[in-house]
């Protein structure tokens, strides 16, 4: 995990001077999106993410040839069409997070050397049709394979882009005084199988959205919740130079879930995580949890039922 931060912050640092020389360029590397401004005014939104065998999905004991094993009892085919619906929603939940709307995606995959081609088919078709399903075509891409002497999992790469009317929902802005939300629940998205909500979560999509339009400028930072809670908290409180202090007796755990230290570094809840001085109890059928609140200084620490406080801004998975 260190390594992966170290990276990503020098990183944003390496473009950081982005924006001065080039003024269509709104938002550098550091957000759940870039965002730039095209000739015509309109500001469009972009991330890209990836989905690697064995790291961000479950990877076939006996390989992705027929017979296949399966894993849980599922097909190849219907674990190709887990992979494929989540290299779509990852980049999707980024998009909501900056109360953004999908306009379209490419899409690239990198094949093990002797990936069947039935296989890939599938997945391909797959990848089409969970685009459509959150209007987000995938308009293009590549396809490339391993070489049989440096062999390599299944990855799948996506970028997506997004539309916005008015200016997106940074990490940065929350304030003192705001207090912290979060949608539906935390913790347990990854089950000893390698299944479980991680892959067949819904992206907060119409939230977000619903978010910007009830709060308008009271949104005032927003993150999806995918690499655990005290993370990404974590990054919401550096971006806004604020402290957030969380409520362990709040937090709304998955069903059956009684470890909030755990569940708060579990991660890929994809959750949207939200500062503002007032928010609804729900969203449609999403609800919606005061979770803890913006205070004065840095990190974010966990109030514990006996009062005692935690510092969990590293609580997190590293994907
Ligand atoms: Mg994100």
Redesign the pocket.
Known sequence: MAHELSLLAHIASIAAGQSAAFPHVLLAPG???AAVRTPGGDTLLL?VDQVIEGRHAPSPPGGWHSPFPGIDSLSRDELLDLYARKTIA?SI??LA?MGGQPLCALCTATLPHDFPPEAARVLAAATHRWGAAWQCPVVGGDVASFASAHPGPLTLTLTAIGTIQGPPVHRAGAKHGDHVYITGHIGGSLLPSGLGHHLTFEPRLREGALLRHELGPDLHAM?????GLGL?ASRIAAASGVAIELDESQLPLSPGLTDAIRALADGEDYELLFCAPHAPKALGETPVTRIGRVTQGQGVRLRRPSGQTLDISSHGWEH
Do not use: Q
Not at 223 to 227: C, F, N
């Open positions: 957000d759940d999106c991330t990852r939940s980024d997070a993150i999806d919740v995918s690499d990404d």
